[in-house]
T-cell receptor, first 116, second 111 residues
Framework: GAVVSQHPSWVICKSGTSVKIECRSL??????MFWYRQFPKQSLMLMAT?????????EQGVEKDKFLINHASLTLSTLTVTSAHPEDSSFYIC????????????FGPGTRLTVL | DAKTTQPPSMDCAEGRAANLPCNHS???????VYWYRQIHSQGPQYIIH???NNETNEMASLIITEDRKSSTLILPHATLRDTAVYYC????????????FGKGTRLSVIA
């Protein structure tokens, strides 16, 4: 149990285009989901926290108008990178917390974004 | 900012126990200690967590000092598949509080 999936697993896009990444909790409901990104040889950096049906809370330095997060259901959150540029190339990882189980947090396999 | 300190890297011989230390000298009374690991180009995998008692599961054991200022993750019989970056994280257990990752320890298991 406690599986989190991400789609796509990798994507290559042209500079200036937008890319949507989906994160799903497959066998549990998640009131809270998190988005991280990871640059090569670095640790995971928290981008934002989202609660189902509410606006996401972004970490300092993360542009909310560039990284649009939607958490419209208890099993799906999406991250849209708008007007992507090469510096947005990174490994994006989502994470989900099962509703009512505050001591648990499960991670997706990640999405590799390359912006040309 | 991460509230833990870990050695940047460690080696372990295959079949031996891997003992990964973590310092969290500023931990609060309501913060738990979590361990995750990340194999290259994958999402982090949960290993174990605890508050103050030692914990054991099928993957590892967690030893927390009595003053809770440090802990050790023990992989009893390391295999090559345990090669990964191991993250020690302290966190208050509440709905919105995220896991904040530090730099972790890169464990290399050597045949």
């Amino acid at each position: 149990g406690a599986v989190v999936s991400q789609h796509p697993s990798w994507v290559i896009c042209k500079s200036g285009t937008s890319v949507k990444i989906e994160c799903r909790s497959l066998d549990f409901q998640a009131t809270t989901m998190f988005w991280y990104r990871q640059f090569p040889k670095q640790s995971l950096m928290l981008m934002a926290t989202s609660n189902e049906g509410s606006k996401a809370t972004y970490e300092q330095g993360v542009e909310k108008d560039k990284f649009l997060i939607n958490h419209a259901s208890l099993t799906l959150s999406t991250l849209t990178v708008t007007s992507a540029h090469p510096e947005d190339s990174s490994f994006y990882i989502c994470s989900a917390r099962p509703s009512g189980r505050d001591n648990e947090q499960f991670f997706g396999p990640g999405t590799r974004l390359t912006v040309l | 900012d991460a509230k833990t300190t870990q050695p940047p890297s460690m080696d372990c011989a295959e079949g031996r126990a891997a003992n990964l230390p973590c310092n969290h000298s500023t931990i609060s009374g309501n913060e738990y200690v979590y361990w995750y690991r990340q194999i290259h180009s994958q999402g982090p995998q949960y290993i174990i967590h605890g508050l103050k008692n030692n914990e054991t599961n099928e993957m590892a054991s967690l030893i927390i000092t009595e003053d809770r200022k440090s802990s050790t993750l023990i992989l009893p019989h390391a295999t090559l598949r345990d090669t990964a970056v191991y993250y020690c994280i302290v966190r208050v257990v509440s709905g919105n509080t995220p896991l904040v990752f530090g730099k972790g320890t890169r464990l290399s298991v050597i045949a």
